[in-house]
């Protein structure tokens, strides 16, 4: 039911730096895992970046760590990544997406934002 909007995208050389932005509506965004995947064109949807609930636990595909990071502002309902050394296979629609785990019941509600495309050229 969160409600989930991308920011940030852009046209930008290899090299360059970019920071995405995703806003969080709701009351209960502090109970979510969030992460932001990919889509190239013609390509799946990847994962890329992942952030626990307290912001103390990052996850990064291969592809991007080193490069990229992930955090959250659970008073600002936010979650943003800061995207460095862009290369032009990281061309894509960046999706953030909000995970709500439930172990006991072995259940998983995700929510997704409608993207915001990145471009990178060389």
């Known amino acids: 039911q969160v409600q989930l909007v991308e920011s940030g995208g852009g046209l930008v050389q290899a090299g360059d730096s970019l920071r995405l932005s995703c806003a969080a509506s709701?009351?209960?965004?502090?109970?979510?895992?969030m992460d932001w995947f990919r889509q190239a064109p013609g390509k799946e949807r990847e994962f890329v970046a992942a952030l626990s609930r307290n912001g103390g636990n990052t996850y990064y595909a291969d592809s991007v760590k080193g490069r990229f990071t992930i955090s959250r502002d659970n008073a600002k309902n936010t979650v943003d990544l800061q995207m460095n050394n862009l290369k032009p296979e990281d061309t894509a629609v960046y999706y953030c997406?909000?995970?709500?785990?439930?172990?006991?019941?072995?259940?998983?509600?995700?929510?997704w934002g409608q993207g915001t495309e990145v471009t990178v050229s060389t």
């Open positions: 709701g009351h209960t965004f502090s109970l979510y895992v």
């Open positions: 997406a909000a995970r709500l785990i439930l172990v006991r019941v072995n259940t998983t509600y995700a929510y």
